[in-house]
């Protein structure tokens, strides 16, 4: 199954915390349509990808959420969860009244919309509608920021990170990442769907 997976196009990744025999394990999941892998490790991150030896060698597209441990595995492209940013999304609308989170949820559901109504045939939006929607895309980040400026002397984190807010987070994220954020445009396979393995 492992072979199988690492010559997939693309691959689920994800982890859940569970108990054994008391104490905290972690079930990592790497799937597609047809195939789930599940591992249970002592441990969540590189270290136990690295064991469960699918991620290390995988060249496809990697899709999961944005915690750092996947990132470390640049060999592959790395596409993310839209569904875990539209939950965000609306988060920071609900909390913050924060217009940019709206129009930019709206933007990913108006470019899913546009493929899944396209041909069967193409694999990606026309050069013309990619142009488009990163232009849009940049726009809304522009207002996010503009609502988010940094803050003057933040407070450190425990990892000695200036402190932010969920929607300056969550900003620098999709920025940072654009690519991956909009990988489902330029290649339709990398559409996240909600798999029977996920929660």
């Not at 349509?33 to 991150?45: M, Q």
């Not at 899944?116 to 849009?136: F, Q």
Request: charged share 20%; with cysteine.
């Amino acid at each position: 199954m492992q072979r199988q997976l690492l010559q997939s196009h693309l691959v689920h990744f994800d982890e859940s915390g569970l108990r054994v025999a008391g104490r905290l394990h972690w079930l990592h999941t790497a799937g597609t349509e047809r195939l789930t892998f599940y591992g249970l490790h002592r441990k969540r991150g590189q270290d136990a990808m690295k064991e469960l030896a699918i991620l290390p060698d995988f060249k496809g597209w990697a899709l999961h959420d944005h915690w750092g441990s996947y990132l470390a595995f640049d060999q592959c492209n790395h596409a993310f969860c839209n569904a875990h940013h539209l939950r965000e999304l609306q988060f920071i609308t609900d909390q913050y009244q924060q217009p940019w989170a709206h129009d930019m949820a709206q933007l990913l559901l108006g470019i899913k919309a546009e493929v899944a109504d396209a041909p069967s045939e193409v694999d990606s939006l026309s050069p013309e509608r990619l142009t488009h929607y990163e232009t849009e895309y940049d726009a809304i980040l522009q207002q996010g920021f503009k609502a988010n400026p940094p803050a003057q002397n933040p407070p450190l984190t425990k990892r000695g990170r200036p402190k932010q807010s969920p929607p300056k987070n969550l900003l620098d994220r999709l920025d940072k990442h654009r690519t991956g954020v909009l990988a489902f445009m330029y290649d339709f396979d990398c559409v996240c769907q909600v798999l029977p393995h996920f929660s």
